[in-house]
């Protein structure tokens, strides 16, 4: 059984939780994003179909739950290489509060948010369908078209630090 910190709103560790327990109560629990990047385009990342939690959305090119003990840097390196097979330098953008409700469950995360370099290849696994290639633009006018086709917590996150992404990329 998966289980995973659970905190207060200034990221302290008040108890654990199993990962289900977790989103079945609306606990607050830590989780990364990671825009990664190939300094021209924004990778984006289309989850599969079989995810529990919004299928088939566009959202960061790597983000999961940390674990039990984790920090948000420990939990970041962990998905990138269990999402996509690599490694690379991770840079710290912010922590954030992020909120949403799906099926009428209502779920809670302090998201540490990152940001990364890599042009190389990778290899998607099973949580993954696709990964495209856009600019920051390109992402911005999307949302403002159609928001629905992403999560709603890439939309928070990228709206929260789409300037320092055009800072990194462009």
Known sequence: ????????????????????????????SRNVA?????????????RAASKSSFPNRLDAAVCGMAMAGETHEEAALRELKEELGIECELTFLDKVYNEFTEKSV?????????????????????????M??????????????????????FVHDFQQRKEQLKGLIQ
Do not use: C, W
């Not at 659970?6 to 108890?15: A, Q």
């Not at 199993?18 to 079945?24: A, D, P, V």
């Not at 998201?111 to 370099?117: D, E, K, M, Q, S």
């Open 1 to 28: 059984m998966e289980m995973v910190d659970i905190v207060d709103e200034d990221d302290n560790v008040i108890g654990q939780a199993s990962r289900e327990e977790k989103i079945e109560k609306g606990l607050l």
């Open 106 to 130: 209502t779920q809670r995360y302090l998201t540490g948010v990152f940001a990364g370099f890599h042009d190389g290849a990778f290899t998607l696994n099973e949580e993954l369908s696709e």
């Open 132 to 153: 495209k290639k856009m600019l920051v633009d390109e992402v911005e006018e999307l949302i403002e078209q159609d928001p629905e086709q992403f999560t709603p917590g």
């Open 34 to 46: 990671i825009f990664l990047h190939d300094g021209t385009h924004l990778l984006i990342a289309k």
